[in-house]
T-cell receptor, first 116, second 113 residues
C-alpha cells in the first residue's frame, strides 16, 4: 500500500552496532506492527503498538526496541543484542480503537537487513 | 496463544487448473482469517479475508471457506494463471488483542504453462 513507507530498502549492520529501521504511514491508522520474515518461517511479530505512546512485545522481541511518539511513525531499532539480525523486516498498520478487531493489516515494502 | 499450520508448503499446478491451500488454527475463539499474497521481494498484499459469521466468501477466481467446528479454513484459486505464482500466507486473529494476527508458514504456488 502506498500509505506505508519503509526505509531504507537495504541496510547493513556491523558487529556491535545498533541500526534503526523507519516506518511511516499516512493512513491515519492507530495500530502499527513490526514483523520479521525468514525463509520458510512466515511472518513473526516483533512488536506492536495499538496507540501512540504505547507498545507491546510480540513473539520475538528480544534484541529489538521500538518507540511510538507519533501516530504516523513506528521506528524499530535492531540492537547489538540481536545476534542473528539478517532478515526481511516488514512494517504494517491497521485501524484501531473499537474497530481494531478483525481489521486487515496493510504492509510496507520492507527493509532487508544484512550483517557485514 | 494462537497457532496456525499451513499446507502444503509448495504447490505446483498447470495453468487453468485449481489450487487449494489449507490452514488450521488452534484457538476456537479466533474470528478473523485473512489471506495474503507475496511476490518475490515484495510486500504481502491482502487478497481476501473472512470473518467467523460466514462460511464462504468469493471474489472472482478466489474463494475462502471456513469450518469453525473443525478449526480450518482454505483458499481456493480457480483457473490459475502464471501471475498467480507467489507465496500465499494465511493468518488468524488473536482473540486477546485487537488486530494481532498469527501467520502460517506460507505456501509457494507455482503455475506452469
Amino acid at each position: 500500500d502506498g500509505g506505508i513507507t519503509q526505509s531504507p530498502k537495504y541496510l547493513f549492520r556491523k558487529e556491535g552496532q545498533n541500526v534503526t529501521l523507519s516506518c511511516e504511514q499516512n493512513l491515519n491508522h492507530d495500530a502499527m506492527y513490526w514483523y520479521r520474515q525468514d525463509p520458510g518461517q512466515g511472518l513473526r511479530l516483533i512488536y506492536y503498538s495499538q496507540i501512540v505512546n504505547d507498545f507491546q512485545k510480540g513473539d520475538i522481541a528480544e534484541g529489538y526496541s521500538v518507540s511510538r511518539e507519533k501516530k504516523e511513525s513506528f521506528p524499530l531499532t535492531v540492537t547489538s543484542a540481536q545476534k542473528n539480525p539478517t532478515a526481511f523486516y516488514l512494517c504494517a498498520s491497521s485501524r484501531g480503537g473499537q474497530e481494531a478487531r478483525n481489521q486487515p493489516q496493510h504492509f510496507g515494502d520492507g527493509t532487508r537487513l544484512s550483517i557485514l | 496463544g494462537e497457532n496456525v499450520e499451513q499446507h502444503p508448503s509448495t504447490l505446483s499446478v498447470q495453468e487453468g487448473d485449481s489450487a487449494v491451500i489449507k490452514c488450521t488454527y488452534s484457538d476456537s475463539a479466533s474470528n478473523y482469517f485473512p489471506w495474503y499474497k507475496q511476490e518475490l521481494g515484495k510486500r504481502p498484499q491482502l487478497i481476501i479475508d473472512i470473518r467467523s459469521n460466514v462460511g464462504e466468501k468469493k471474489d472472482q477466481r478466489i474463494a475462502v471457506t471456513l469450518n469453525k467446528t473443525a478449526k480450518h479454513f482454505s483458499l481456493h484459486i480457480t483457473e490459475t494463471q502464471p501471475e498467480d505464482s507467489a507465496v500465499y500466507f494465511c493468518a488468524a486473529s488473536d482473540t486477546g488483542t485487537a488486530s494481532k494476527l498469527t501467520f502460517g508458514t506460507g505456501t509457494r504456488l507455482q503455475v506452469t504453462l
